[in-house]
């Protein structure tokens, strides 16, 4: 049995054509799965019958349910999801005036291990389907009664290790006779994966992309980013200026700042120079302190020379507070609380 979630329109339709069906119910099967949100075959009338008594044989309407809810006071709600195979997984809804942006796990656990990030922990399991990962969309749509109007490829897992499954889901997630989530309001955001880059470029999908940086010193960045060691900063940076010429958008880059390690006036001259390669937006994150990590947030003495710095350099950029930080904040810490 296959999940009928993980297929795109267009699989839908050659599904149809192979059954000698019009392809015109693949559009209306569409409808039911992600506008009407049915999870039986049989609710689906204007599919001709004897066409769901085979659907009903061969495919499966997947679910993912939400095991736990955490609302912040800023209104960030945190939920963790249960997947069908008994494993769970993250999501974070943000509102932020009409947006309601939606940040969704590609992976079970993280096999890249930064040094600050609570999802590595616990180690690797499994990439998630497309069907899993538009799933936590309708699970926390469904439970929250809110509509999504973005999605960032930000939770649990790095997006380019999962590469066509995110795709997939990205093509589901855009399309306009299902969840109709426009192209622009994707943004996928990469510990630095430089051929996962390269192919994102390739394939003109119009993702925007945006960069877990941290430390443009390739000795600091590696200690804490071991995909630094693979793929070091020079390297991520030639496939950030093909990326561009590609498609043509800014490349945003995040920065959380940590006390005594990235925070130096010298850091912050290392970082002016690397983003200026690349047209770019800049996010500067103070760290925000975890049980998990020997990590401090930086004293509002560092922060000020830290963007001082930035600001004599000619460099704009955002300061960003965590979002959510009186609830499990960060990706992977409900679930590290539930185990
Ligand atoms: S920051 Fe991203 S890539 Fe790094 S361990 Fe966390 S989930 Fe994995």
């Not at 950030?240 to 590609?246: G, I, R, T």
């Not at 004599?312 to 609830?327: A, H, M, P």
Request: net charge positive; glycine share 8%; proline share 4%.
């Amino acid at each position: 049995m296959k999940d009928i979630r993980n297929l795109t329109r267009e699989e839908l339709k050659e599904v149809c054509t192979s059954r000698g069906v019009p392809a015109f119910h693949a559009q209306q099967i569409f409808e039911w799965l992600y506008r009407k949100r049915v999870n039986d075959f049989s609710l689906m009338p204007n599919v001709p019958l004897k066409f769901r008594e085979y659907l009903k044989t061969d495919f499966f309407i997947s679910e993912v349910a939400v095991l736990q809810k955490e609302i912040s006071s800023d209104g960030t709600a945190k939920f963790l999801l249960g997947l069908q195979d008994g494993l769970a997984v993250e999501s974070v809804l943000i509102p932020e005036k009409k947006r309601r942006t939606l940040c969704v796990s590609t992976q079970a656990g993280c096999k890249f291990g930064c040094k600050f990030c609570v999802s590595g922990l616990n180690g690797f399991k499994r990439n998630l389907s497309p069907a899993e990962i538009c799933g936590q969309l309708l699970a926390v749509e469904k439970e929250s009664g809110e509509k999504v109007t973005n999605i960032v490829f930000m939770g649990v897992g790095e997006p380019l290790d999962n590469f066509d499954n995110v795709m997939k889901a990205s093509a589901i997630f855009m399309d306009n006779r299902g969840l109709e989530i426009g192209k622009r309001k994707i943004v996928l955001s990469t510990c630095g994966v430089v051929p996962g880059i390269e192919r994102l470029a390739e394939s003109g999908a119009g993702l925007r992309i945006s960069i877990s940086l941290h430390s443009a010193d390739d000795r600091k960045r590696s200690q804490i980013m071991p995909v630094n060691k693979k793929w070091n900063t020079g390297q991520l940076m030639k496939a950030l200026k093909k990326f561009y010429e590609k498609e043509q958008f800014a490349i945003t880059f995040e920065y959380i700042l940590i006390s005594g390690f990235n925070s130096s006036e010298k850091d912050a001259e290392a970082l002016s120079m690397y983003v200026k390669g690349v047209p770019h937006k800049l996010n500067i994150i103070p760290y925000n302190p975890s049980e998990h990590f020997k990590w401090k947030a930086p004293t509002g003495e560092e922060l000020g020379d830290f963007v001082g710095v930035l600001k004599e350099k000619g460099v704009f950029y955002t300061l960003r507070r965590s979002r959510g930080s009186d609830i499990s904040a960060a990706c992977g810490q409900l679930q590290a609380k539930l185990k």
